[in-house]
C-alpha cells in the first residue's frame, strides 16, 4: 500500500490525516463540523471532504496515491450521507467507498494499540464502550441529551442553569453558579432575580438546547462551592455507572478515556475511576483528546498493517508533529 | 353590563364562557390550543375566537352583548398575538381590546371567590403563585421544560423515559417502568435490549421534547414499583420547594392546586402539601381543573362585579352545568 486517508468526524471540528504503513502521518488537515445530524447530510459530506483535500495537500500528495478511506463518525450510517460523501470523494479523485467505523472505537483507539479494554467519552454527549479482540462488543449510554448521555457535558452544563435559575427563583440554595451563569450569558448585575431569571431563560431557549453543554465548564471552576460540587459528582457517579454497564469480567485492559469534559478535568476522571473500582484499585486511565489516531489505526487495520507498539508510537508521535506545524505551512 | 366573556387558553385546548353580571354562566364554548407560543399567534388567535363564538351561539347571544372580554393565557403578553386576536374579534363584532390575565392567577380563582392564597399548578408545566388582594403578587418556576418545570408532567415523563432507558442499558436498576414504556410506545416485547433502547429514543427525538410529559402517567400506573415511587416522591418535593418559594407569613389562605398531574393524584397532593407543611399541619388543597370558572371571575371583576361567596358558588354551578349539558345541543 501507499498510504491511507482516515477521516475523524466530530460535532465541532472534522480531521483528516494521510498515513504510510509505517505508521508515519504525512498529512493532516482539518474541516468544520462532520455530524451528518447536527449538521446536516451535505455540510458533513463537504467538511470531510475539504479536510480530505486539505491533509493530502499537506503531504504533498495525489489523490491516486490513497489505497483507502475510512471514516469514523457518530450517525455515519445513513443513507444519504454515505452517498452524499461517496460523490464528493469521488470528485475529488479519492475512492469512493469509504470504510465506516465507530467514532467510540475511533477513540479507544488513539489511546492504544492494545485489542481489550474500555472506552468512557464525556464531550457534549457521553456514552462508553468495550473492547475485545479490536471490535466495539458493546455500548452503553449515547442516547442524546434529552434521554442519556448522563454525566455529559450537557448533562452538567444543564444541571448548572437549572441551579443558577433555582437560587434565582428561591426554590434552591445560594451557589456562586448564579453568578457565574449570569456573568457568562451577560445578564446585567443589576437585574431584580425575576427579570434576570427571564433574561437568562430567554438566552437559553433562543439557542439549540446542546448549547446548555457550554455551561459545564462552570461547575468546574466553582469547585468548593456545594452546589456545584454535587453536580460534579453526580456526574462522576453517571459516568461510573455507563463504564460498569459495559465492564466484563473477560476483557481485561486499559480504560481509554476522551471527550473534551474528560480531557479537561483531571479530577472528574479520578472520581470516575474510583466509583468504578469501588474497593478494588482504580485502573489507570490512558487520556485523549479526539479519535484523529484511533481512526488512522483502524484505517491501517483495514488495509491489512498490523499496528504494534511501535507503529503506534510512530503515529502518536507523527500525528501531533503534523497538527503542530503542519506541512506545507 | 349585560355579559363578559372570558377566555382560558391552554395548550391543549380553549374554554370560553359568558357570564352574566349574577355569576350566571348562558353560554360554554371549546376550542383547540390557545398557547400562542407552542402553536403559533394565528392558530392560538383562531382557537380563541372560536371557542367566544361558540359560547355566544351556546347563549344565544349576540356580539353586541357582551361588554368586556378577558382573556387568561400563559404567554399572552406577545404583540403579534395580541395584534392577531384583536383583529379576529373585531371581525366578529366582540370588543377589539381584551383585557389580558395571568392564566395561573386564574387557574387560582376557578378554586375560591377569596383574595388571599396560594396556586400550585402541574400539568406540561409547572410554577406557583401567591395572590394578594386578587392580585398575582409572586411567581416560582414556570421556566420550561428545558430549565424548571420541577415536578410537572414532563419532568415526571422524562424521568419515566430515562429510568426505562438506563434498565435496558444495564446502567440503571429494574423497574417495571420498562415494560410499562415499551408497552405505550409499542417496542415489540421480543426485541433485544440495545434494539429496544435505539427504537424508544427514535420514537421520543422525532416527538416534540414535551411530549415526555404523556408519560408521566406510568409512574402512577406504576406505584410500589421503587423507581416510580422515587420519582413520585422528587416531584413532590419539588413542587413543595416551588410552593415554599413564593409563600409568606403575611398571606394565608388556601392551596389551590392545578393541572392534569395534580388534579388526577390525590396522593401527590397529599405528599406536596406534607412535604410543604413539614412539622405543621398541612393546609387542605382545593383542586381544579382549568381556569376556566377563574377567568370568568376575573372578567366579573375587571368589569366591578363583586365576587362575593354567592355568586362564585352561583358560577361554579352554572359552569358545571354548561359543561355538561351544554345550552343548545
Same mark, same amino acid.
Do not use: E, F, I
Given at each position: 500500500m501507499t498510504a491511507v486517508l482516515a477521516i475523524d468526524a466530530g460535532g465541532t471540528s472534522t480531521r483528516a490525516l494521510l498515513v504510510d504503513a509505517g505508521g508515519r502521518c504525512r498529512g493532516f488537515g482539518r474541516g468544520a463540523s462532520g455530524n451528518p445530524i447536527s449538521s446536516g447530510a451535505e455540510v458533513a459530506a463537504a467538511s470531510m471532504a475539504s479536510s480530505a483535500l486539505a491533509a493530502l495537500a499537506a503531504a504533498g500528495a /495525489? =489523490? *491516486? +496515491? @490513497?489505497d483507502l478511506v475510512l471514516l469514523a463518525a457518530a450517525g455515519a450510517g445513513s443513507g444519504a450521507h454515505r452517498d452524499e460523501l461517496g460523490r464528493r470523494l469521488a470528485e475529488s479523485g479519492l475512492p469512493a467507498r469509504p470504510v465506516f467505523a465507530s467514532d467510540l472505537l475511533a477513540m479507544f483507539c488513539s489511546g492504544t494499540h492494545l485489542l481489550h479494554g474500555y472506552g468512557l467519552v464525556s464531550g457534549t454527549g457521553a456514552a462508553a464502550i468495550r473492547v475485545d479482540d479490536g471490535r466495539q462488543e458493546a455500548v452503553a449510554d449515547g442516547l442524546g441529551w434529552l434521554l442519556g448521555d448522563d454525566g455529559s457535558g450537557f448533562w452538567i452544563g444543564q444541571r448548572v442553569a437549572r441551579a443558577a435559575l433555582a437560587d434565582l427563583d428561591g426554590r434552591g440554595p445560594g451557589t456562586a453558579l448564579t453568578t457565574a451563569v449570569r456573568t457568562r450569558l451577560d $445578564? =446585567? *448585575? &443589576?437585574? =431584580?432575580a425575576r427579570e434576570a431569571t427571564q433574561a437568562l431563560a430567554g438566552y437559553v431557549y433562543t /439557542?439549540?438546547? $446542546?448549547?446548555? *453543554? +457550554?455551561? *459545564? @465548564?462552570l461547575a468546574f471552576d466553582a469547585a468548593g462551592d456545594p452546589v456545584a460540587d454535587a453536580i460534579v459528582t453526580g456526574a462522576a457517579r453517571a459516568l461510573a455507572a455507563t463504564l460498569r454497564a459495559v465492564s466484563s469480567p473477560e476483557v481485561t485492559g486499559p480504560v481509554v478515556m476522551g471527550g473534551g469534559v474528560l480531557a479537561r478535568n483531571p479530577a472528574l476522571r479520578d472520581a470516575v475511576l474510583a466509583t468504578y473500582a469501588g474497593e478494588g484499585d482504580a485502573p489507570q486511565p490512558l487520556v485523549v483528546h479526539d479519535g484523529a489516531v484511533g481512526a488512522a489505526v483502524l484505517a491501517l487495520r483495514e488495509a &491489512? @498493517?498490523? $499496528?504494534d507498539e511501535a507503529v503506534f508510537g510512530t503515529l502518536v508521535r507523527t500525528v501531533a508533529a503534523q497538527r503542530e506545524y503542519p506541512a506545507g505551512h
Open positions: /495525489a =489523490p *491516486a +496515491d @490513497v $445578564v =446585567p *448585575a &443589576g437585574l =431584580p /439557542a439549540r438546547p $446542546v448549547r446548555l *453543554a +457550554d455551561l *459545564a @465548564v &491489512g @498493517v498490523t $499496528v
